[in-house]
DNA sequence: TAGTGGTCTAGACCACTAA
DNA sequence: TAGTGGTCTAGACCACTAC
């Protein structure tokens, strides 16, 4: 809402989705979107510097601004949303089953994967994801207690992530993140349909804050016929 | 090796890596920087933004710009890296063995992964990457001949992009990738060390030039055990 | 030659953090 | 209050592309 090149993104962004900037074609010149947007040069080359990031455009010196064909991420490993966020794009075919939600005492390895102290509680949050029916993604969460006090099954069955960001007004910043594919556990076998798979893929999540203060470790497992992610790499720096 | 922001950036970044800044301490402010490398306040920060992005530094508005002790990607997806400069951090424990090598008449999937038409010829390179003498990887390369008018034993076995990129001058600028995770072909079977896995991780990637051109389609196929990438992933725009 | 994006500068005002 | 990073402006010169 604040910055003006983030509305500017925003905006391109939503004429390149909409269609009404079809891709190969090339985006009004720099000097041209100052005018239409009455900004500056630098203002504008933020807005597509976030586009080319992102992997709508591609800017061809001497060019301009070309639009790219890449199709949106299905399971984006690169960026940092939630699952109710993802949902929404998935027109209802996903819905959520929480198994657990308790405070614990964390154990060593939770200890280790959060860098607290064993003084600290640990709220444990396990959900089931099913996707048309299928039990898909087991979601298992370990969140600190002093920086989420309160967790309720309504937060847990709605966004956690939402009700961080917006109800305790704390800015989810970054994450480090880890795909490995690993033999199904136990666990995994009764939460999840897992047909003759014998092998999940484990995302684990280890999320920060915008003060860098880790708060949160996620592991996503997931059936490994189901899981896929399209993602956007560029070269250099 | 032309702009003052690269360079600083990989001078602050040499220092992170070397110890000689910490984890958890703050880099020089703004201010001082500029000073230091005698550059304007846009230079500087156009430097930690890069750090930022690749997840070197986390900026804390009203306090500096925080180290981050993050450890190094291991297979970055979401990097576009050669497998030689993948290789090369990491001890000479890897090795080549190209196992084809010719120019092809595409068939429907690959005319369709490349975009081009019956007449373009293709290469194709079959490679299979050893990690500490086992059979780890199988990269399957299809690449425009119109681009790439010649490709050699010798080219195979040590670099194709440093040949693309050095050799012919052509700047390799982003990729689309997908991961997902499959049963394993006979192929896969054939040429890889799998156990009893019977699964394989394929990467598929489809590399485009700095003018927007799409001139090389791979697919990595990795025994699943062995596949792990760590990322590092910022939320928002 | 004219137009494009890439880099750099100098200065300004703001919001946030800490003492 | 002083210092920090976040945003925005106006102007400059360069390298590349197309004609």
Redesign the interface.
């Known amino acids: 809402m604040h910055a003006k090149y983030?509305s500017i993104?925003k905006e391109i962004l939503s004429k390149i989705e909409g269609g009404e900037i079809s891709s190969g074609t090339f985006l009004p010149s720099e000097s041209e979107l100052m005018k239409k947007y009455d900004v500056s040069r630098d203002t504008i080359r933020k807005s597509l510097d976030?586009l080319a990031?992102?992997?709508f455009i591609?800017k061809?010196k001497g060019k301009g601004s070309?639009v790219?064909d890449?199709h949106k991420l299905d399971f984006p490993?690169?960026?940092?949303?939630s699952f109710k966020e993802l949902a929404e794009k998935m027109d209802n075919r996903v819905q959520t089953i929480l198994v657990d939600l308790e405070l614990i005492s964390p154990d060593k390895q939770i200890m280790k994967d959060l860098n607290i102290s064993k003084e600290e509680n640990v709220w444990k949050v396990i959900r089931i994801r099913e996707i048309d029916k299928e039990k898909i993604i087991l979601d298992k969460d370990y969140i600190v207690e002093g920086i989420v006090p309160d967790l309720t099954k309504d937060i847990c069955m709605d966004s956690i992530y939402e009700y961080v960001e917006e109800g305790l007004g704390l800015q989810?910043?970054?994450?480090?993140?880890?795909?490995?594919?690993q033999n199904a556990t136990k666990e995994d076998r009764k939460y999840l349909d897992l047909d003759d798979?014998d092998?999940v893929?484990v995302v684990k999540n280890y999320v920060?804050l915008?003060?860098?203060i880790l708060f949160q470790y996620t592991e996503s497992r997931h059936r490994?016929?189901k899981?896929?992610?399209?993602?956007?790499?560029?070269?250099g720096?």
Chains 1, 2 share one sequence.
């Not at 490993?77 to 949303?81: E, F, G, P, R, T």
């Not at 899981?227 to 070269?235: E, G, S």
């Open positions: 983030i993104y976030l990031k992102n992997g591609e061809v070309l790219l890449i490993v690169s960026n940092l949303v989810i910043s970054f994450a480090k993140k880890e795909v490995t594919v798979s092998m893929v920060y915008s003060n860098a490994p016929d899981f896929r992610f399209v993602d956007f790499a560029r070269r720096y």
